[in-house]
C-alpha cells in the first residue's frame, strides 16, 4: 500500500473545524519614500529633517510579541522574536512556527525591542550577536543599533550611535528607569483567509524628525546613558513603522 499524503501549511483542525494559517512578517527600509538597502550604505546621500548629510553604516532592530486581538476579546500572542539585520541582508523576513486561526482581527500589533519582561531573560544568540546592554544601564538588550556618519559644521565626518534601549538615570549598581522606551506597533484591523504576508516599512528618516527635530551636531555619540535621547527616541519611533500591504 502506497500512501500519498499532501502537506499544506494552511488545514484543518477536523475536531474543532478550526482554518489555521501561517502568517510571515516581511520588512523592508525606505527614506521618505525612497528604497534603502544595503547597498546604499557607507556613502553621505541622505539628510535629515534639521539638514544634517549622513551616511547609513549599520541598522538593525529588534521585534518580538506579535499579537493577533479578535473582537470577542480573544489573544493570540506569537513567541519570540526577529533581530531584523538591514546591514547583512538577513531576517528581513519572519514566518513564524505557530499557526493563527483564520478569521478576522480587530488589530495586529508587534513590540519594537522587547518589553521589561521579556527584557530580563537571557537569550544565547542575541549574547553572540553582542546585543546586550551594559550592566551599568540596567542590562537586558537593545532596541536597536543604527550607526553612521555625518558632515558636521566643519564639514567633517563625524561618526554617530543611535542606539535604542530602555531609558535609564543613575548609570552604575542601581539604575533607575524614568519610562518604558519600548513601544507597540499597530497594524490595524485584517482578515486572515489564508496563508498571509504583511509587508511592512520602517521610514528611517523619521527617526529623525517627529516629534524631536534631531540635530546630529548636539546628539550623536553616548545616547545610551542619555535617558532624555532615549525617550526623543520613543517619541520619535511612533511613526516610523506602516503596514505597506497585506497577500493572501
Given amino acids: ?5 499532501t502537506f499544506s501549511s494552511c488545514h484543518e483542525d477536523n475536531d474543532d473545524k478550526i482554518t489555521l494559517a ?8 525606505n527614506w521618505d ?13 541622505f539628510t535629515n529633517e534639521k539638514g544634517n548629510q549622513l551616511s547609513i553604516e549599520r541598522l538593525r532592530y529588534l521585534i518580538s510579541k ?16 526577529n533581530l531584523v539585520d538591514v546591514t547583512n541582508n538577513e531576517n528581513l523576513s519572519f514566518s513564524p512556527a505557530a499557526f493563527i486561526t483564520t478569521g478576522s482581527y480587530n488589530d495586529v500589533t508587534f513590540t519594537f525591542g522587547f518589553n521589561n519582561e521579556d527584557n530580563s531573560k537571557n537569550y544565547t544568540d542575541l549574547n553572540t550577536a553582542s546585543w546586550n546592554v551594559p550592566e551599568m544601564l540596567g542590562g537586558g538588550y537593545h532596541y536597536m543599533q543604527f550607526d553612521g556618519k555625518f558632515l558636521n559644521g566643519s564639514n567633517e565626518e563625524q561618526g554617530f550611535n543611535y542606539h535604542a534601549i530602555r531609558a535609564a538615570d543613575n548609570p552604575g549598581e542601581n539604575p533607575t528607569f524614568p519610562q518604558d522606551t519600548f513601544f507597540n506597533v499597530s497594524l490595524g484591523a485584517i482578515t486572515i483567509a489564508s496563508n498571509t504576508t504583511f509587508n511592512i516599512e520602517m521610514n528611517i528618516a523619521e527617526w529623525f524628525k517627529n ?12 545616547l545610551m546613558p542619555n535617558s532624555s535621547a532615549q525617550i526623543m527616541m520613543y517619541e520619535n519611533g511612533q ?7 497585506v497577500n493572501q
Fill in 239 to 245: 511613526n516610523v513603522f506602516s503596514l505597506k500591504s
Fill in 1 to 5: 500500500m502506497i500512501l500519498l499524503i
Fill in 66 to 81: 506579535i499579537t493577533f486581538y479578535k473582537s470577542d476579546g480573544s489573544i493570540t500572542e506569537i513567541d519570540g522574536y
Fill in 33 to 45: 519614500g525612497t528604497s534603502v538597502t544595503n547597498s546604499d550604505f557607507n556613502s553621505i546621500k
Fill in 211 to 222: 516629534p524631536n527635530t534631531w540635530d546630529l551636531n548636539a546628539l550623536n555619540q553616548m
Fill in 22 to 29: 501561517n502568517v510571515t512578517f516581511n520588512f523592508s527600509h
